[in-house]
């Protein structure tokens, strides 16, 4: 079975940083997208950003892009979401997810496996 599971997350003040890691496993990800999305309650799951395993051709939300960069390490099988210049509006859960497709789909409907999640909390 494929698992996914995120760490870093905290309280940070405003314009502060950090860096989301998700462990991946269960299988090879060549071919698949990994994506970040984040959620607050009572607003849809928004995307992040992605990344496709094989090419590291990466895709960003226009609300993070400049701020937030994300890649993976092949040999720990690990992505990452480093976060700088955070905003309070950036809170959220942020959970990691895998589609079997090598699109960096900002879709979260095209990402069949997720994981729990890692809360981020800007302060003002």
């Known amino acids: 079975q494929v698992q996914l599971v995120e760490g870093g997350g905290g309280l940070v003040q405003a314009g502060g940083s950090l860096r989301l890691s998700c462990a991946a496993s269960?299988?090879?990800?060549?071919?698949?997208?990994m994506g970040w999305f984040r959620q607050v309650p009572g607003k849809e799951r928004e995307f992040v950003a992605a990344?496709?395993?094989?090419?590291?051709?990466?895709r960003y939300a226009d609300s993070v892009k400049g701020r937030f960069t994300i890649s993976r390490d092949n040999a720990k099988i690990t992505v990452y979401l480093q976060m700088n210049s955070l905003k309070p509006e950036d809170t959220g859960v942020y959970s990691c997810?895998?589609?079997?497709?090598?699109?960096?789909?900002?879709?979260?409907?095209?990402?069949?496996?997720w994981g729990q999640g890692t809360r981020v909390t800007v302060s003002s």
């Open positions: 990344i496709r395993w094989s090419s590291g051709i990466t």
């Open positions: 997810a895998a589609a079997p497709s090598d699109f960096s789909s900002d879709s979260a409907d095209d990402y069949n496996f």
């Open positions: 269960g299988r090879t990800f060549v071919g698949f997208s």
